[in-house]
């Protein structure tokens, strides 16, 4: 009995163990290989007006725009709607309920255009 005892105790070991060992397998991709990735770019609101000669462009902001897009120093881009960029912009601390004050960097912004953030 005590040699049966001893010859099965390291066998249940060597199984049990060598069970443990398994080879996980490779997560399979939830996303086709040809599939569309969503925008980095989220819409923050659109432009009321522009004073070129002070470079101050005042945007509406969207309900749903990213508090970090608001905040100062935030680079931000004006669009048409065909996608079309007409200029750079760069955040200020001036904001009034879900009016925000822009810089103008470079460019020339219309009233309408989406303004978008690019996000870091």
């Known amino acids: 009995m ?17 069970a443990c060992r398994t080879v996980p397998a490779k997560p399979a991709s939830i996303l086709a290989e040809d599939a569309l990735f969503p925008s980095p770019r989220l819409i923050v609101g659109r432009v009321l007006s522009h004073d070129a000669a002070q470079g101050i462009v005042i945007v509406e902001l969207a309900g749903d725009a990213p508090p970090g897009a608001a905040t100062d120093g935030a680079e931000l881009m004006a669009r048409t709607a065909e996608l079309r960029e007409t200029a750079r912009l760069r955040a200020s601390r001036v904001v009034r309920g879900r009016i925000l004050g822009t810089q103008l960097v470079s460019g020339q912004p219309a009233p309408g255009d989406e303004v978008v953030w690019l996000v870091p």
């Open 2 to 18: 005590k040699i049966a005892a001893t010859v099965v105790a390291p066998l249940a070991a060597v199984l049990l163990l060598g």
